[in-house]
């Protein structure tokens, strides 16, 4: 019987310069694969709703290990991007295989005035053309069969919806209420950062207002009275310029009016039972994981989406009476728990007062650090260099 005698090491073929550059690239994409799934994602700042605190085109790290990495609820997807493929559009995952959701340990969980990335809670459904409108309010405003006629829609898995940055004002179990604008907490006023911007009614004495031309102009009224977007460290510098009388917060509606205009209704989109507005909001109780509620046909409209979408039973009303999973029952036992996100710039923020709860399993991660930041005039003339490698704690203060 005779055996082939095993080559030296040194005679073995080598792979060929190509077949190394393939296998590194495996590698490198692998690698980045599970970094950028269980610890760490960039994330950029895509429109104003966060400022004064965060900035457009503020690039961040986004930490996945704060709250604990998601097992990804759509594995079979391109790697690198989110839900759209660069460039040809159209989907970069495909929903054929569907995992439930699951959650690794963390070093924590989501507190309150945390700054959070999450998928947009009623980013199931969106607007192909522009994702950035808000597929329900822009049928609430237009019309849903003249959206369905004129825009293409898609729909996407959790995981896939679209990626939010907010500021968590409430926690499961807290109670929420906005009174003139002020965000209360169990009754206590929230903790106020100098950046948080509110619009603000000017009044002068008939001349324009003597303040620094960078501070944000919304609109003239008239020759004495002006609306500025303004932080909260600006205001005391507007109160006591020259020509103004008065500086205060304006408000939209007051507080037991509903807005007229459905695009400006608030969640829960029931101006029947809630006449709550932007600025004159709840009190409402944030749904927490193991509590049971009582179910009426005065408070069903702030649990529906729970029940039936994020929660996956169904749900029936009729004739007053309320059946889940085809049996009729008057309480319900949250699953989840829930958060209430809301931007820092407060008047210019399409957050939780309009969509409502983000549940827990839509938490993508915690916002970290600033990285690379640029502002209108471009990455490589406008740099804002006080703004690299700073930790999100040192800009919101």
């Known amino acids: ?55 457009i085109n503020d690039h961040l790290f986004v930490s996945k290990l704060a709250y604990g990495p998601r097992i990804p609820n759509t594995p079979l997807a391109v790697p690198f991007v989110h839900n759209t493929l660069p460039l040809i559009g159209g989907k970069s995952y495909t929903d054929a295989v569907q995992w439930g959701y699951h959650r690794l340990p963390g070093f924590g969980s989501v507190q309150r005035n945390d700054v959070v990335v999450f998928n947009g809670p009623d980013g199931d459904t969106a607007i192909a053309e522009n994702p950035e409108l808000n597929y329900y309010q822009t049928c609430r405003a237009y019309g849903r069969d003249v959206i369905l006629s004129n825009y293409t829609i898609v729909t996407h898995p959790v995981d896939k919806k679209e990626n939010l940055i907010k500021r968590c004002v409430a926690v499961p179990g807290d109670v929420l209420e906005i009174k003139d604008a002020r965000v209360y907490i169990n009754g206590q006023p929230e903790t106020d950062y100098p950046h948080t911007k509110k619009n603000y009614l000017v009044v002068t004495n008939g001349r324009a207002p003597m303040v620094d031309d960078d501070l944000e102009l919304l609109k003239m009224i008239n020759n004495s009275t002006y609306i500025y977007n303004l932080e909260k460290d600006q205001v005391s510098e507007v109160q006591h310029a020259g020509n103004v009388l008065s500086a205060n917060v304006y408000l939209t509606e007051n507080k037991g009016q509903a807005p ?34 009582t179910l009426t046909p005065q408070n069903i409209a702030l649990y529906r989406r729970i029940i039936a979408s994020y929660e996956g039973n169904t749900l029936a009303e009729k004739d007053g009476k309320i059946s889940i999973n085809n049996t009729e029952t008057n309480t319900y036992t949250f699953k989840m728990n829930y958060y209430f996100m809301m931007g820092d710039n407060r008047d210019n923020s399409l957050d939780s007062r309009y969509w409502g709860f983000v549940p827990e399993d839509h938490v993508v991660g915690k916002a970290w650090m600033v990285w690379f930041s640029y502002g209108d005039g471009g990455m490589f003339t406008d740099m804002r260099w006080k703004r690299l490698l700073r930790g999100i704690h040192a800009l919101e203060n």
């Open 260 to 293: 007229q205009q459905p695009a400006n209704w608030v969640f829960p989109l029931d101006t029947v039972h809630y006449k709550w507005n932007r600025d004159n909001y709840g009190p409402l109780t944030i749904p927490k994981a193991g509590t049971t509620i």
């Open 1 to 55: 019987m005779f055996f082939r005698k095993k080559k030296p090491k040194e005679e073995r073929k080598k792979k060929s310069l190509l077949r190394e550059w393939l296998d590194a690239g495996l590698f490198a994409v692998i690698a980045a694969t599970l970094l950028r799934t269980f610890i760490l994602e960039a994330y950029a700042i895509p429109s104003g709703s966060m400022e004064g605190s965060m900035l």
